[in-house]
């Protein structure tokens, strides 16, 4: 059993912490949490051993009546490996922490790509994490494009990767963020981190991407276009390809979903933990093909997509399995792979 | 003196009527409304002529009392040329009307391609108006993709244009649209209208446009792409060729303008009439070369960009005046043309 800590439970380690429960060779050592907030309270509700992440606001819990089990570097020592959910720029500075406790850090795609040693998406390059004492899971978007790119390229080639990216303002619960009633291009300078951001997967890949920010919380949506080195003959090659892969979603034209409240609505209706959407959506209408250029939309969940990807490497990091066998055990133990 | 009529005093209409009143070789005969709402009392404030466009609800304008000069096919024959500014379709049933009166007739970009002689815009096609009896002006985003284009076809080549078009959901007074906290590829199928009502311009060329809807009024928002047959070697020629066009505002980075909102502010601060932009509104930072690929965001006010297409197509169908004097007078009137 790989002994898995969680440093950081908000959006994602909330998710990775479940997830990790789930997995047949893992057991979830504890999470750890800087303040007593409602997710610390659903922590405990769910069992799970928590620890205080700042020495000084320990006592705070005690006041809230949350048991604690201990301070985080204790967490750390117990574990095989160490997932880092902290907010971005924490986890370089929990670095040195892992590092002193020789524990494996995997990391969010908020932190810098060059604090790693390799950054990291399953259907990319999992082959790569092993042995690594700092992984970073790519981000959100990250994540989408390259599930998205390894395929095409595989098959087809890509010649040039051309992405608008429209991102959702905020997260649901970040009542801080915007735009209200715009339409920002963001940041207006090309390119967005996102084009060097996949090439930390694919350093070869030739990708421009833009970014813009909208008043919408629910998911990100990408416009992709991608000229291909070899396009097949048809589009249904096409939608074979992708199809074939468990972690994209090809949205059925007949189910009426317009945009990510009726995806979000599905997912609840199924029964999705939190309504999440591990998988991009991509309309399976919007695919095209012009000439050598394919096109297509695909929603991004961004505060669910990364989960399975922490899951794959954890066991990449570790060596433990291969990625046909990650992949496979993970997809199962969530029920990842939409109809 | 040209004797214009407009036909449909709405969010266009009211704004072609002002800009024909500028003008010194036209004369504004009259406007013509379905109802006597806030938008008819004020074309009576302003002292234009108001007739009535359905027979029987002319008595409900005296109702309110607001008076009226008459029915629109009288309006239609004192005039010249007839600007219809009626809702999507409508223009299509007023067309045996104008057939009738023998008055020329400009419609607006909702109406189909189809029913008109030509498809116009005054940097693409001025030249081509010339005694046509049906002309329909294109609609607020064919435009800003029409003069962004010229241009650049002309001083480079255009091998492929690609765009992504992020759409307002509504203007502000359309309480009855959507989205709502969501983004909507619109239509989810390819390609949206917009490159095929660009060819109605620029027949030759290859365009691939996408759409979306999100949750905002002010302004539609391009991701622009275009690779280009004959890039120059640098990024400041596109400068200097967009910079020289009137009507394409490249938005200085020390303005500190991030979106439309700030845009709106700007122009309503410098005294435009309902804080219109009349400019295709670029930001000078996001102007990218990458090899022959030129990338670049674009915001278009979807009330008003139109509306110094709506006078020059007066001349130019009428053949009162070359391009190049139409659009300097256009602009020197009404004042387009940003710092």
């Known amino acids: 059993m790989i002994r898995v800590a969680v440093n950081g439970y908000g959006t994602i380690g909330k998710r990775v912490a479940d997830a990790v429960t789930l997995q047949s060779d893992m057991e979830l050592v504890g999470v750890a949490k800087t303040s007593p907030n409602h997710e610390a309270t659903t922590a405990r509700r769910k069992g799970y051993p928590l620890y205080g992440a700042i020495e000084e606001r320990m006592p705070a819990f005690e006041a809230a009546g949350i048991e604690l089990a201990g301070h985080v570097e204790e967490l750390v020592a117990a574990a095989d490996i160490v997932v880092d959910c902290c907010p971005s720029g ?63 390229e595989e098959a087809y080639g890509v010649a040039k990767a051309r992405v608008t990216l429209v991102r959702r303002g905020g997260d649901p619960g970040q ?22 951001d996949v090439n930390t997967i694919f350093p070869a890949l030739d990708i421009d991407t833009l970014g813009m920010k909208v008043p919408a919380t629910l998911m990100h949506t990408h416009s992709v276009n991608v000229t291909l080195e070899e396009p097949p ?23 009426d979903i317009d945009g990510a409240g009726a995806l979000g609505e599905y997912a609840a209706d199924i029964g999705r933990p939190r309504g999440d959407l591990w998988e991009n959506c991509l309309w399976d209408r919007s695919l095209s093909l012009e000439g050598a250029d394919l096109y297509l939309f695909q929603a991004i969940h961004q505060q669910s997509d990364v989960v399975p990807e922490n899951i794959d490497a954890i066991r990449a990091t570790l060596g433990t399995t291969d990625r046909a066998a990650s992949m496979e055990a993970t997809d199962e133990s969530l029920g990842v792979g939409l109809p």
Chains 1, 2 share one sequence.
Not at 98 to 118: S, W
Not at 177 to 189: A, E, H, K, M
Not at 233 to 255: D, H, Y
């Open 175 to 196: 009542t801080d963020r915007g735009p209200i009633n715009d339409i920002l291009p963001d940041p207006v300078s090309l390119p967005s981190h996102h084009g060097p």
């Open 90 to 152: 924490i986890g370089a500075e929990n670095a040195p922490m892992y590092e002193a406790a020789g524990t494996p850090a995997l990391y969010q795609g908020g932190e810098a790509a060059d604090m790693v040693d390799i950054s990291f998406n399953a259907r990319g390059n999992y082959a790569d994490a092993e042995g690594a004492a700092h992984v970073r899971v790519v981000s959100c978007n990250t994540t989408g494009l390259s599930r998205l790119l390894a395929p095409i």
């Open 233 to 255: 003959a048809s589009i249904k090659a096409v939608r074979t390809l992708l199809g074939a892969e468990s972690r994209l979603f090809l949205i059925p034209g007949n189910l």
